[in-house]
């Protein structure tokens, strides 16, 4: 039981890229999907995340207006549009779920713990 994420790749500053969230082994009907990144050297931080029907989103505040994650659950994907990309969303990214997204306050929005079956990231590399 395991999400695999896809889509990464080099795009310029200012560019577009959409991740994809695909599951093996179980439906993703039941469940909330978050969006996380790691640069290098740095914390996994949390950009987004999608309530199991889709009707709630909820962004980080660096990817505000930038990002837009959706679902579509008859694929069983989860996907994150990002647009207006910016040298510093350079990270691996990964997908997971949860039972219900959650907000914190402070710089760290998402909290890792509370996610599970992690599976590879997809690199993504915004750089001219």
């Known amino acids: 039981v395991q999400l695999q994420a896809s889509g990464g790749g080099l795009a310029l500053p200012g560019g577009s890229l959409r991740l994809s969230c695909a599951a093996s082994?179980?439906?993703?009907?039941?469940?909330?999907i978050g969006w996380f990144r790691q640069a290098p050297g740095k914390e996994r931080e949390g950009v987004s995340c999608?309530?199991?029907?889709?009707?709630?989103?909820y962004y980080t505040d660096s990817v505000q207006g930038r990002f837009t994650i959706s679902r579509d659950n008859a694929k069983n994907t989860v996907y994150l549009q990002m647009n207006s990309l910016k040298p510093e969303d350079t990270a691996v990214y990964y997908c997971?779920?949860?039972?219900?997204?959650?907000?914190?306050?402070?710089?760290?929005?998402?909290?890792?713990?509370?996610?599970?079956?992690w599976g590879q990231g997809t690199l993504v590399t915004v750089s001219s």
């Open positions: 999608i309530s199991s029907n889709g009707g709630s989103t």
């Open positions: 997971a779920t949860t039972r219900r997204c959650h907000m914190y306050s402070g710089y760290y929005r998402f909290r890792p713990a509370e996610f599970s079956s």
């Open positions: 082994g179980f439906t993703l009907d039941y469940y909330a």
